[in-house]
């Protein structure tokens, strides 16, 4: 019996683009009951990461398949196919890597080894939708002599930040010699840089403030402004918003804002043609505000929720969706007079006249530092087998 550990060192978030490191550590564990304890032979294992996408038959086309290679040699249970088993397309792989071949392990000995592999950075992002899925693995294949492989699959979660791609790196100010180690060394470099440098990008990029106001009115007329500072968040942030009814002709009796996703298949990839796009709520805020002057919510960005991308199958963008609720009457009718006396008591009406309308504002959110997501992750850095 041998046993396979694989710990992501950093956590199981990463940017694309960015270098992942897997130590994978083989151990032949001493038990303290066995009075023979053997040496343990494993022929070879490998690594390998791919991305797996899944497709709701019922509202996508699946696009041609290309692997159809792949899908004969799976059958075979010598060949190492990380996806074998798993439903759906692999849509990306990194070219596999020999960990070792011919390991003998005593009793109580362990040998570990790193695997690095830098993410494609072209690649689409982790994503659990209503209609599509995206899924990351790394995928450490074993085989003992004459025995089936044995796969240990570590689930990752990809982070897509734009930009990152043609983002050119200044050149230092020394003047290295020619030297292609040193070259390969600069290259690491960068990669080391990388995760630094998307933090920057996304800083700049959502600390800009700017007076957004938005009237907000029906066919009757005006019942109030919305206030917002800036559209472009990072997952992670919270939404803010003010109202102002105080210069409203139309009461405003109740409103709600929801933060919502919208997950779109592209025109060419629908089940029926015209079919309506996905909604997910993310976080609601909800309130009566008759005879409120001014009125504000928070609504958080979830870490685990995905930021807006799109791919040649699907597009998800964000999008705050309010809903108010208006009087057909005046202000002044929405109180009715309880007594004649001087002890004025005012009740509200027992019925009313509403209009309710919608209105949709886009917004842009943008990853955050993986690390900072690797904390809410649900995926877990280390995972093992037995084999």
Known sequence: MIEVLAKLGRGPVFLAGEVLECV???????SASSTSATSEMLAW????????????????????????????????????VPNRGERGQCILSTPPKIL??????????SKSYSYCETLPID?????????VKYVYKLTIGCQRV??????????????????????QFPQDEAVAPSNPFLEEEEGLKKDSRLADLATELLMVATSRRSLHLYNISNTRGKVGTFCI?????????????TF??????????????????E?????????????????????????ACLHTAQSSFSLPIPLSSTPGFTTNIVSLKWRLHFEFVTSGESAGTCLVRGSQSEAITWTGVEQMEVDTFSWDLPIKVLPTNPILASYVSQFSSTNSITI
């Open 24 to 30: 994978i550590t083989f151990t032949n564990p001493l």
């Open 45 to 80: 294992a490998s690594a390998q990461i791919h991305c797996q996408f899944h497709a709701s038959e019922n509202r996508v086309v699946l696009p041609p398949s290309d692997g159809s290679k792949h899908d004969v040699q799976a059958e075979n249970e010598t060949v190492f």
């Open 100 to 109: 070792f071949c011919d390991l003998r392990l005593d009793p109580g000995e």
């Open 123 to 131: 690649g689409p992002p982790s994503f659990r939708g209503q209609s």
């Open 146 to 167: 004459n025995s089936p492989i044995k796969l240990l699959r570590v689930p990752f979660r990809v982070l897509v930040l734009h930009g990152l791609k043609d983002y």
């Open 229 to 241: 500072f800036k559209t472009v968040y990072k997952i992670g942030e919270d939404v803010i918003g």
């Open 244 to 261: 102002n009814f105080s210069e409203g002709d139309i009461p405003c009796l109740q409103f709600s804002v929801s933060l919502q996703t």
């Open 263 to 287: 997950e779109s298949i592209q025109e060419e990839f629908q089940r029926r043609r015209g079919q309506p796009v996905s909604f997910s709520t993310h976080a609601r805020h909800q309130e």
